[in-house]
Nanobody, 116 residues
Framework: QVQLVESGGGLVQPGGSLRLSCAAS????????MGWYRQAPGKQRELVAI???????NYGDSVKGQFTISRDNAKNTVYLQMNSLKPEDTAVYYC??????????WGQGTQVTVSS
């Protein structure tokens, strides 16, 4: 079992920045990739960014060049730096971890609201 706890969400004005954190605990040695997904009201959950244990990254098309994912393996934590935020970035952001055998775990989600 892997437990994920997100933090760092909140209200920010358009053009602002936020950094989300996701701390993993439990059977952490089994984790391969970690990442972020988001779900806006009335929309499907979509990929934001993922990063493997080796540091390879992949981003959703809508956030390329705007968001940066990073990982501190020593702290079992993944970060999402979000810059130049827009109202359309408003969503609940979920942390995800995938084990080496493909088992997926989710955090409880953190709300990000971009509004003036």
């Amino acid at each position: 079992q892997v437990q994920l706890v997100e933090s760092g969400g909140g209200l920010v004005q358009p053009g602002g920045s936020l950094r989300l954190s996701c701390a993993a605990s439990g059977v952490i040695f089994s984790i391969n990739a970690m990442g972020w997904y988001r779900q806006a009201p009335g929309k499907q959950r979509e990929l934001v960014a993922i990063i493997t244990r080796g540091g390879s990254t992949n981003y959703g098309d809508s956030v390329k060049g705007q968001f940066t994912i990073s990982r501190d393996n020593a702290k079992n934590t993944v970060y999402l730096q979000m810059n130049s935020l827009k109202p359309e970035d408003t969503a609940v952001y979920y942390c995800n971890a995938v084990s080496v055998v493909g088992k997926s775990s989710w955090g409880q989600g953190t709300q990000v609201t971009v509004s003036s």
